[in-house]
């Protein structure tokens, strides 16, 4: 009886045992975390530049308009004498050799600089009248203002020092020809800056339209008006003088030796009268040279005399 009541308890047990397994709930997974939040960070400007400037506009090309846009060589050259000048006061931390050199090209180049804030002035004044002096100091602010702005001064001075050191190295008769390039290379890094800064509107453009919300931005600020453009070159005190004396010569190829230019044919004698007091007839005008004598002809072009017409 006693065994009876083992095996019954043991099944019973048992059965317990089956009955908690079969009640056991399925363990779930884990639920999902959400996804990471992503920071919208909002665009700032390049260089450490304030928010809301205004860029100059745009030509047809896409270059931003600036106060060295159309100007003549000698203007030029008075531009690049006012870049390394902003140099010389503002790259000081970055070393001295744009003082250095600004302060040499002053000496070196004195004549040619000399020669060219006096072209400058006189463009100035045929353009102007007695208001030129006030025109050109208006342009100068604009042009010292404009190489003076600080977002770009740490890539100016690189270029000016580079600039500064190739007008050391050549005379001062190249200076003019080299002043349009050297103004580029000047201009350059502030191009370069404004295209960063419109980048950065139209990203903070795209940021209000997606992350603003309720944040006001001015994505669009007013654009500079143009800068104002130098005068064209007047003609020197004296007028002009033209190399060529008809259109004929000036489209003429230039000779290989300038220094056997045309000879200016002298002028024709008078005809001497006759004797028995009637006028001698008058014959053909003296020949006069057309082409330059050079080392492959030597002699003038023989031209045919032609007949005079016969007389009543």
Not at 85 to 105: D, M, S, T, W
Not at 144 to 157: D, E, G, I, S, W
Not at 297 to 306: G, R, V
Request: with cysteine; net charge positive.
């Amino acid at each position: 009886m006693f065994a009876t009541r083992r095996i019954h308890g043991r099944i019973s047990l048992v059965s317990l045992a089956v009955l908690a397994a079969c009640s056991t709930p399925v363990k779930q997974p884990p639920p999902t975390p959400p996804p990471p939040v992503v920071p919208t960070v909002r665009p700032v400007p390049p260089d450490n530049a304030a928010e809301g400037m205004s860029l100059p506009t745009q030509d047809e090309d896409g270059a931003y308009l600036t106060p060295n846009r159309k100007v003549t060589s000698n203007t030029a050259l008075w531009h690049v004498r006012m870049a390394l000048n902003v140099a010389a006061l503002n790259c000081e931390k970055f070393g001295p050799a744009a003082r250095n050199q600004y302060n040499q090209i002053l000496t070196v180049h004195r004549a040619v600089l000399t020669e060219a804030n006096a072209a400058v002035d006189r463009n100035y004044k045929v353009a102007y009248g007695r208001s030129g002096v006030g025109s050109r100091e208006q342009l100068n602010t604009v042009v010292y203002n404009f190489f003076a702005l600080p977002p770009v001064v740490k890539h100016f001075c690189p270029v000016a020092v580079n600039v500064g050191a190739k007008i050391l190295t050549m005379p001062s008769s190249q200076l003019l020809a080299y002043a349009p390039e050297a103004l580029k290379e000047l201009e350059k890094p502030y191009q370069e800056f404004y295209a960063a800064y419109a980048e950065y509107l139209r990203r903070l453009a795209e940021w209000q339209s997606r992350f603003g919300g309720t944040v006001t931005v001015v994505v669009s600020p007013t654009p500079l008006p143009p800068p104002p453009v130098p005068p064209a070159e007047a003609p020197p005190p004296g007028g002009w003088a033209p190399s060529y004396t008809s259109a004929l010569e000036a489209a003429a190829p230039v000779p290989a030796d300038a220094a056997l230019a045309p000879i200016p044919a002298a002028a024709s004698p008078a005809p001497k009268p006759a004797e028995g007091g009637s006028p001698a007839p008058v014959g053909p005008p003296t020949v006069a040279r057309t082409l330059p004598r050079t080392a492959i002809t030597p002699t003038d072009p023989k031209l045919a005399i032609q007949p005079l017409p016969p007389t009543e």
